[in-house]
Nanobody, 123 residues
């Protein structure tokens, strides 16, 4: 059984930084695409960043230049470094795994999800 566990969320001031981590168990993650989604209250779950099995990376326009996704396959872990945080970045952030290995943009394409970690940016 694949399990994903996120950590690293919290409360931060505008302009601050956070690093989210997502560690998986139950499979070999180097074969799969990993992604970070976020969901604010009353809104849909949107893709923030994704990294394919071949380390091809995609970012949402709203986070380009501020967020960095990376992975350490030896630790079955994917990271999201978030800099220059803005109030509109406030959301629950979810880690997801796509067994196709592709960085697909639709949440329904992902096979496994973490429980989420809250990021709150105060102004």
């Amino acid at each position: 059984q694949v399990q994903l566990v996120e950590s690293g969320g919290g409360l931060v001031q505008v302009g601050g930084s956070l690093r989210l981590s997502c560690t998986g168990s139950g499979d070999t993650f180097s074969n799969y695409a990993m992604a970070w989604f976020r969901q604010a209250p009353g809104k849909q779950r949107d893709l923030v960043a994704a990294i394919t099995a071949d380390d091809i990376i995609w970012y949402a326009d709203s986070v380009k230049g501020r967020f960095t996704i990376s992975r350490d396959n030896s630790k079955n872990t994917v990271y999201l470094q978030m800099n220059s945080l803005k109030p509109e970045d406030t959301a629950a952030y979810f880690c997801a795994l796509d067994r196709s290995g592709l960085a697909r943009t639709v949440a329904g394409a992902y096979n496994y999800w973490g429980q989420g970690t809250q990021v709150t940016v105060s102004s």
